[in-house]
């Protein structure tokens, strides 16, 4: 059996997440390296593994319920005309090695295998910097290339017929509390203003901690986000939307995502100050 490799990501010497590279998973659950626990300075937890209302979600990552067909999300398949079902179609996540590690980030190697080989090579780049005394940012950034002979398609539940369900790509489950939280962006407030559209930044507000996650590049900023508050906290940016996403041979999707981890309830002037500092380091 491999020894389980879980590096701790430390800023100012605190440390604020562990990244679990070979979780032992049911392969139903389409395991994966993830982020878990992630917290405030503080050390108020801001991610949840495994919760009962959504056993697949696991922590920060990256999840895609839809390669060509194989799901990298866990759980049941939307399938058209037919709704949720159970599929034996599941992938895996295979950490390969770090190209560098360090208390502040790793480069990582990743290849995304499902029944017949391997079907996308990724390299996943995290870095953790210090904002202020109670806020610090997460830069999280995903490579998939593929590395078949032939095109690969990357879709969702809403391309595959169920609305408001774009999901996949990074993905953020919160923590849950008896209090759903609150969601703003720069000029909307709620879920349902927020879910399924493009804004340079959504934040996402606990009892005691706010999150603030931001498309750090044009092409990643292109894609809607995918928000739960009510049902359960949980923030995505949307990779296949209303279209399916084509990957050619040999071709590369990049997207980079900056989330501020904060402690307190940040108001929406300082939740975008952050957001700047955060983007521009």
């Known amino acids: 059996m491999t020894t389980p490799d879980f590096p701790v990501l430390c800023v100012a010497g605190r440390p604020v997440g562990r990244y679990v590279t070979r979780p032992e998973l ?47 999300w866990g759980g049941r398949t939307y399938v058209r005309d037919q709704g949720p079902t159970e599929l034996d179609n599941h992938g895996a996540q295979r950490h390969s090695s770090f190209q560098l590690r360090d208390p502040d980030g790793f480069v990582e190697e990743l290849r995304w295998v499902a029944t017949g080989g391997e079907l996308l090579r990724e390299r996943r780049t995290v870095a953790v910097t210090e904002l202020t005394g109670t806020a610090w940012a997460l830069d999280f950034t995903f490579s998939l290339t593929n590395v078949t002979q032939a095109a690969l398609s990357i879709g969702s539940p809403a391309t595959n017929g169920r609305p408001g369900a774009a999901y996949g790509g990074f993905f953020w489950r919160a923590r849950k509390e008896q209090e759903a939280p609150d969601v703003f962006t720069v000029d909307r407030e709620g879920e349902g203003a927020i879910h399924g559209t493009r804004a340079d930044w959504v934040a996402l507000t606990g009892r005691s901690w706010t999150l603030v996650f931001a498309g750090a590049t044009e092409r990643t900023r292109r894609d809607p986000w995918f928000v739960r508050a009510g049902e359960y906290p949980g923030v995505g940016s949307s990779l296949a939307s209303q279209e399916r996403l084509d990957v050619p041979p040999g071709e590369t999707v990049v997207r980079r995502i900056v989330t501020v981890v904060a402690d307190g309830r940040l108001p929406r002037l300082e939740a975008a100050a952050l957001v700047r500092k955060a983007v521009s380091q």
Do not use: K, M, Q, W
Request: avoid cysteine; charged fraction near 15%; proline fraction near 11%.
């Open 26 to 72: 049911s392969a139903r659950l389409s395991p994966r390296p993830y982020l878990h626990p992630v917290t405030t300075l503080a050390g108020t937890a801001v991610t949840e593994l495994s919760p009962a209302d959504h056993i697949h979600h696991l922590g920060v990552g990256v999840a895609v319920p839809d390669v060509e067909g194989h799901n990298f």
